[in-house]
Structures are given as structure tokens and as C-alpha cells.
């Protein structure tokens, strides 16, 4: 990894068995904030190779193209969003062995400003791409858009049922199977509580709409979200149970839409912005709480949950956490694996960046 100043390495990151994702979109490869993405061994850490891209606007790679801006994994195929080239956004699918891009996403009503490529997942032979300042429903109120992973074909165009300007549906994806959450935490039912859209990918249709139980103005629920099987993960940072935007994760069963658990950190506090990030494996969740100030003021933190009993399983903090890191900004986890971003962390100059990789055995160490 070649870090800089400022490239924010970290700042999204996803994980599937042995192959790990790592985007940096403000590093300089080879235009000013024009982006990167990196390919790791998830089990030894190994630095395997940079994505190398190309783009189809005139100039190819420009400054600000932010390529990295969100990563997803499956297999072997990768996404990579890069929501500023010009003309409204790009997304690539890559290979997981070479780094060789396979094709360039075209959504077939792309629009200057939609940033589509701000929210990437990809599952099996799907991948959905968001563009959460698409003006179909009001000015931002966002889409999102379904394609094939082989053929590049777009299979289907998202919106809300009852999308309004400024929702921003698409902020945040998952995707697992034939079930797509999109996540749109600004939405105003009352003002940015947010809610979470599921979608049949087989159908295209929505099949729900996702709301807390308990909640309320500021929560930015569906600020991320993420699927393992039949159960969804959803973080609200803004919750204010233990202080303002201590926040907090739902849980919920995919096939009823019933609310399962709420999560907190055992000992959360004020601006620790829990749920920020979050992602789900099997029995397991791990969510990003990157304002926690255990090793300075917005250190950061990590916590797992046994998602069959709600328990907190254990509390993980990076080995040389500083004030201003933001680990937990990112978090991807794969069967006993975890990766966690520090974007803002200084090993490579103010805010180069650094990803940690955690294992953990059967009893949980």
C-alpha cells in the first residue's frame, strides 16, 4: 500500500473469505482525489494489489472521480463505486484474483450530480448501485439501480413507494440472495428519523418498509445497514439513549419484517455515533462506533454481538488507537473474520489511513 496524506484508506471496506477490499478515495492515483482501491489477503493481512480502472468520460481518471468511495465483495467479483466522475457517478466490477476490471456500470438515465456509485453491494451474480441524489421523486430523493455482475445488463431502477426530495434513498445497500435494503436515513417522516426499503431482486418490487419501534427525529436509521441469511442489521447513529447521538442497531427478520433486538454499546456515550457503520455474518455483528473515546477524543471503537441473543460479545479497540483515528468508521465481517477502517489515522501522514484485520476462534477469543 502506497498511503498519503489525507487519502482516508479505510474510509470503506468489505470482506468474503479470503479476499479483502479496502477503498482510499481521496488518494491521488493519478489525479488529485481521483482514488483507489486495494485488494488484501484477508487472513495474513497481505497487500495483493491495487484495482487498476478505467473510465469511459472523456479524460478518463479526472480529479475528484473519488474511486473508493464504497466497495463491495462476492466471490470472485468486486464493486467499486466512484460517485464524483463527471456526468453523475461510475461503479466497476473487478476480479478478484487479477485486480482486471470487467466492465463499467451504465445506469440507462444517469443525470449530472446523482453520485451514482455512492453505495455499492454485490451478492452472488447481482450488484446494485445507488444514486442517492437522483431526482425521480423530488431533488435527492434517490434511487438505486440492479444490475447483472456477468453481463453488466441493468435488470431494474429502484425507488421508494413514497419517496420525497432529500431522502437520499440508496445512502446506504445490502444485498443477500433475491432480498436488496436500502437505507434512507434523512428521510422526513419526521425529521432524518430514517427508514430502511426491502426489495425482491427476482421481482423488483418492494416488498417493506422498515421503522423502529421507538423511534424518533435525528436517528438516521438506515444510515448503514447490512444482511446475513434471513436477518438485517440497521444503525442509527443518532439514537440518544445514552446521551446525543450515542446511538444504537436494530435488528430485524427479513421475511416478516419484524423488529428482532435493539443494540447498544455497554458503555456508550454522547457523540460516540454507534451504528455508523455496520455489518453482519452468520450468528455475528460487528458495529462501528467511531466517535468512542477509549484511546482519545474519536479514537473509535468496534463491538460484536451474538445476534441469536443480543449479547455484546466483546469490545475491540485498534492496538495503537490515537484521538482523531475514526476506527470504526467502516466494518465488514466474514464467518470468524473482522475488518475494521481507521480513515483518519496518521501512520502514513495526517489522515492516510489504516484498515485492521481481526480473527477470533470458537470460543470467541
Known amino acids: ?17 479470503e479476499r479483502a477490499i479496502v477503498g482510499a478515495s481521496w488518494a491521488d492515483n493519478p489525479q488529485s482525489n481521483s482514488g483507489a482501491a486495494y485488494l488484501h489477503n484477508a487472513v495474513t493481512g497481505a497487500h495483493l494489489l491495487e484495482l487498476v480502472w478505467t473510465s469511459s468520460v472523456p479524460g478518463g481518471q479526472l480529479a475528484n472521480d473519488r474511486f473508493g468511495s464504497s466497495v463491495g465483495i462476492s466471490g470472485s467479483k468486486c464493486g467499486v463505486g466512484a460517485p464524483g466522475t463527471a456526468g453523475g457517478g461510475g461503479a466497476y466490477i473487478f476480479d478478484t484474483a487479477t485486480g482486471t476490471q470487467i466492465m463499467e456500470l451504465n445506469p440507462s438515465d444517469l443525470h449530472w450530480g446523482d453520485d451514482f456509485g ?3 453491494a454485490i451478492s452472488g451474480e447481482l450488484v446494485v448501485v445507488s444514486s442517492p441524489k437522483d431526482d425521480d421523486n423530488g431533488l435527492n430523493s434517490g434511487s438505486a439501480y440492479l444490475f447483472d455482475a456477468t453481463s ?8 421508494a413507494s413514497d419517496g420525497t426530495s432529500d431522502d437520499n434513498f440508496g445512502y446506504a445497500l445490502a444485498i443477500n440472495g433475491n432480498t436488496i435494503v436500502v437505507g434512507t436515513p434523512y428521510t422526513y417522516g419526521t425529521v432524518f428519523s430514517g427508514a430502511v426499503y426491502l426489495f425482491d431482486a427476482i421481482t423488483f418490487a418492494q ?8 423511534g424518533a427525529g435525528h436517528d438516521q436509521f438506515g444510515l448503514s445497514v447490512a444482511i446475513s441469511g434471513t436477518t438485517i442489521i440497521i444503525g442509527a447513529p443518532g439514537v440518544d439513549d445514552n446521551g446525543s447521538f450515542s ?20 458503555d456508550g456515550d454522547a457523540d460516540d455515533y454507534f451504528g455508523n457503520s455496520v455489518a453482519i455474518s452468520g450468528n455475528t455483528a460487528i458495529v462501528g462506533a467511531p466517535g468512542d473515546d477509549d484511546n482519545g ?4 471503537s468496534v463491538y460484536l454481538f451474538d445476534i441469536t441473543t443480543g449479547a455484546e460479545i466483546a469490545k475491540l479497540l485498534s492496538s495503537d488507537g490515537a484521538a482523531g483515528d ?7 465481517i466474514s464467518g470468524t473474520t473482522a475488518l475494521v477502517g481507521a480513515e483518519e489515522d496518521d501512520d502514513n501522514g495526517p489522515w492516510s489511513g489504516s484498515a485492521y484485520l481481526y480473527h477470533w476462534d470458537c470460543n470467541g477469543n
Open 1 to 17: 500500500y502506497d498511503g498519503s496524506w489525507y487519502d482516508q484508506y479505510g474510509e470503506a471496506v468489505a470482506l468474503d473469505g
Open 118 to 120: 455512492y453505495s455499492v
Open 152 to 159: 453488466g445488463t441493468e435488470l431494474a431502477k429502484l425507488v
Open 207 to 214: 416488498t417493506a418498509k422498515l421503522f423502529p419501534s421507538d
Open 247 to 266: 446511538g444504537a442497531a436494530y435488528l430485524f427478520d427479513a421475511t416478516t419484517g419484524a423488529e428482532l433486538a435493539k443494540l447498544r454499546a455497554s
Open 297 to 300: 477524543s474519536y479514537s473509535g
Open 326 to 332: 475514526k476506527f470504526g468508521r467502516a466494518v465488514a
